[in-house]
């Protein structure tokens, strides 16, 4: 103990006396653990940490799948059939999605939108989570003609109930109904995601929906010592048994997900990208201290043969120098670790919507464990090397008069250093490189609709006042008629789901003279109005628009999209044919009047979708949840106080939520434009180390080989002569390091395929605009000292030494 104290305290005393060389270690090692550490704790957060469930190994997710996908959701029969027959699970449950987004809440302390799901029987028994105030369901709740009740997240319990810890006088309506508040579930605790509201499925009336209507998501809890394999197998007998007992059920297949990775799997390779790019920074970096502690210890020869000379063996020696490196990691994670709980921070801020837990991201304990195990290993990365070479020192050279000699295998060492420095870049640099063509080829994409200045408005209408179809259709048509007279206002429409909304309504249709008169084309099922194609500017490619003579008493007519008509009459006019549509109310043939560009609903990434647009006036009973866009002249946030005032005094009781257009596409491509960003800075990171490498390296070599240069010089060497000479040695090893990344990038992006768009992981182009761009710096980074070699004084340089 007593050495070890004697070794920090001299290696303390070290550095305090190399205070330039202090800082810049420090500094370099802060920012590669720092970054590690910031996004480790997302990693954390998302992934590592155990989802806040009791035994949430043991939870699984249920979907039904067909022939062309894995994760449809889950009829109300098969669902039930499902809990009945299987022989895995301890607890079985079910939810419906959030099909039309917010729905409007009253009786809070103001009217509001919020999201609703409704449960099956032993939801919260299954998650194993009790509310922390009141209760939840009980059995007979679950029952049709029970008492209508309703449990509450602890989010909306604080915002719109104000936090009263007496429910027994709380009352909600939705739709047209009122709901007696029973439970707050704890804070934090949300699922499915954003869920405000959990309403017990049964209490809602009888669910007369068929095997061929996928509206649910089944959830479970698995027996002690099954496992999902086993559960798997055990759902395949009885998918293969409804199969065969039903005939909408044919084809139709199960698939047992976990839990864990149904909310994380998506994110998973993104994450460990950036994990894998921030590890190749402090890789970097350790190259880097590495390379100065190289430097160091070349001054500090003639102080190690000494103590050498004087009886400290190899290993004595290299303890000590080890002690500095570990002091200097030490000193560098600390300030790595304020420097990652700066960075959480914005992290946090920038990350989408979409990435699961993001409120549990911090620095926790394991966050702290990890920080101190890379700082130690980092010590031993950077500090090991250096050790090694010095332990055992030529005793004659070093005890020369100057003390400080260079071996060649110091110069090969900190040469192989830089070139695995520029290597490690150049895969970095490549990795953002292929991520920022494939998020500019998202941005080129058509999404089919032009989203500057439109002003996006949700609106949901109580059930309870708006029962009748013809209220719902006489409050838009008063909206849409008050919202164009005001400035500033060109054009107004509405849509039931908004295009990149992340809120969809499929359906499938059958045309006139099928002879199978059943369902074999699928489109999206979109409620517009005559306005909306213009506010939006979506083309117009054959036929007419809507117009205000297309209301209720006329004849049912439709718009299709191009995929629409190529699918269903491909080589025909498809002006005058007819469908039906298996989500509609109405037993007449639908018309089709027009056909307009199609329009990439679900995401930019993703294909066009084949769309039938009607008009809300002929189906008025899915216009009760609408957006509203507003086409202005000038910025559309100035008409939002003007709107909402407009809305209130139409109906107080309907809340209303804003949102720019661009916003809302902004929104939809803000995964590639977190991941994108990232890499992006983790790259630049590391050029920037990589160059201040190369440098180093350089400069180092022209400040030892000042009396050769002088040499040169003074024998009629010319100073192009000399910075030829520089910039060559630093060029070959920048050259060789492009090309070990090359290599390894041709290697290593391939696990990067699923996160890019229209660009090939081996994507020549970007392969070599990065090359080019690591070259060019490089040279900058050789031109500096050898243009600094070029001012030699021969005369000063012979009297070197």
């Known amino acids: 103990m007593g050495t070890l104290l004697q070794d920090l305290r001299y290696g303390l005393r070290m550095l305090w006396q190399r205070p330039g060389f202090t800082v810049v270690a420090v500094l370099t090692l802060a920012l590669g653990i720092g970054a590690n550490t910031a996004i480790f704790s997302v990693v954390n957060g998302v992934l590592l940490r155990s989802l806040p469930y009791t035994d949430p190994d043991r939870l699984v997710l249920l979907w039904e799948t067909n022939e062309r996908s894995r994760t449809i959701h889950v009829s109300n029969l098969n669902l039930l059939d499902w809990r009945e027959q299987n022989h895995s699970f301890e607890s079985f449950s079910g939810y419906s999605g959030q099909w039309g987004g917010k729905t409007t809440v009253l009786g809070g302390s103001e009217p509001d ?29 679950h029952s049709p003609g029970a008492p209508q009740t309703v449990v509450v997240s602890y989010g909306f319990w604080q915002s719109h109930l104000g936090g009263d810890l007496d429910l027994s006088n709380k009352r909600l309506t939705l739709g047209d109904s009122s709901f007696s508040v029973i439970g707050v579930m704890p804070q934090g605790f949300s699922f499915p995601a954003r869920t405000d509201l959990w309403l017990a499925k049964e209490q809602l009336g ?12 089944a959830i479970a809890r698995l027996k002690p010592g099954v496992t999902p394999e086993q559960a798997q197998a055990d759902m395949n007998s009885i998918a293969r048994q409804l199969s065969e007992q039903y005939s909408d059920n044919q084809g139709m297949g199960v698939n047992v997900i976990s839990l864990e ?3 994380v799997g998506s994110i998973r390779p993104a994450l460990f990208v950036l994990l894998a790019a921030v590890g190749f920074v402090l890789l970097i970096a350790c190259a880097n201290v590495s390379n100065l502690l190289l430097a160091r210890a070349v001054g500090r020869q003639r102080e190690i043969a000494i103590r050498t000379a004087l009886g400290a063996s190899p290993w004595r020696v290299m303890r000590q120098l080890m002690t500095e490196s570990l002091l200097l990691s030490l000193l560098g994670g600390a300030l790595g670790l304020l ?3 700066w960075l959480i921070g914005p992290l946090v801020a ?37 050790a090694v070479k010095f332990s055992k020192p030529d005793l004659q050279e070093a005890l020369k008069q100057g003390g400080q000699t260079t071996g060649a295998g110091s110069v090969l060492l900190r040469s192989a250093l830089v070139v695995a420095e520029v290597s490690l870049t150049m895969v970095l640099l490549i990795g953002a490189g292929l991520l920022v063509k494939s998020f500019w080829r998202i941005l080129q994409v058509n999404p089919g609709f032009d989203s500057e200045n439109v002003l996006t408005m949700q609106i949901s209408l109580p059930e309870s006042s708006y029962s009748e179809e013809g209220r719902v259709i006489n409050f838009h048509r008063q909206l849409l008629e008050r919202t164009k007279s005001l400035a500033g206002v060109e054009s107004a429409g509405i849509i039931n789901n908004l295009p990149l909304g992340g809120v969809d309504i499929n359906s499938f249709f059958w045309i006139e003279g099928d002879a ?8 999206g099922f979109r409620v517009v109005s005559p306005d909306y194609f213009r506010t939006m500017n979506i083309p117009l490619i054959k036929g007419r628009l809507f117009t205000e003579q297309d209301n209720e008493t006329a004849t049912p007519v439709g718009i299709i999209s191009q995929s629409v008509a190529q699918a269903a009459w491909p080589g025909q006019n498809p002006l005058g044919k007819r469908l039906q549509s298996r989500n509609d109310n109405r037993e007449e043939w639908t018309t089709i009047i027009g056909v307009v560009a199609d329009v990439r609903h679900r995401g930019l990434d993703k294909r066009a979708s084949a769309d039938l647009y009607l008009p809300y006036a002929q189906r008025p009973f899915r216009a009760g949840d609408v957006t509203v866009v507003m086409r202005t002249s000038t910025d559309p946030g100035s008409l939002i106080a003007e709107v909402r005032g407009l809305v209130r005094s139409i109906d107080k009781d309907v809340p209303v939520e804003f949102e720019t257009m661009e916003r809302v596409f902004d929104r939809s491509v803000a995964n590639r434009r977190y991941n994108t960003l990232l890499l992006g800075t983790f790259a630049a990171l590391a050029l920037l180390l990589s160059l201040i490498g190369i440098y180093g390296v350089l400069s180092y070599t022209v400040t030892q080989n000042t009396h050769e240069i002088g040499i040169r010089m003074a024998l009629g060497a010319q ?16 050259l060789l390091g492009v090309g070990l990344g090359v290599i390894g990038a041709l290697a290593l992006t391939r696990v990067m395929a699923s996160l890019l768009y229209d660009t090939k992981a081996t994507d020549p182009l970007t392969f070599l605009g990065v090359s080019a761009l690591l070259i060019a710096v490089a040279f900058l980074a050789c031109y500096v000292p050898a243009r600094r070699a070029t001012r030699v004084d021969p005369m000063e340089a012979l009297r070197y030494e």
């Open 261 to 263: 990775d149904q909310l």
């Open 206 to 217: 009888a669910d007369t929906s068929s095997r061929s209507a996928h509206n649910y998501v």
């Open 113 to 141: 939108r919020a999201f609703a799901v409704s449960v099956y029987r032993d939801f919260f028994k299954v998650l194993g989570v009790a509310p922390m105030l009141g209760r939840s369901f009980s059995t007979e709740e």
């Open 350 to 386: 920038l990350s989408p919507a979409t990435i699961p837990r993001v409120n549990e991201i911090g620095i926790d304990g394991r966050t702290l464990v990890f920080t101190l195990f890379i700082s130690l290993l980092t010590a031993l990365v950077f500090g090991l090397l250096p």
């Open 339 to 341: 420097f990652a709980y």
């Open 719 to 734: 100073p192009r002569d000399v910075l030829k000479l520089i910039v060559g040695q630093g060029m070959i090893l920048a």
């Open 516 to 523: 199978a008169q059943k369902p074999t084309h699928d489109s």
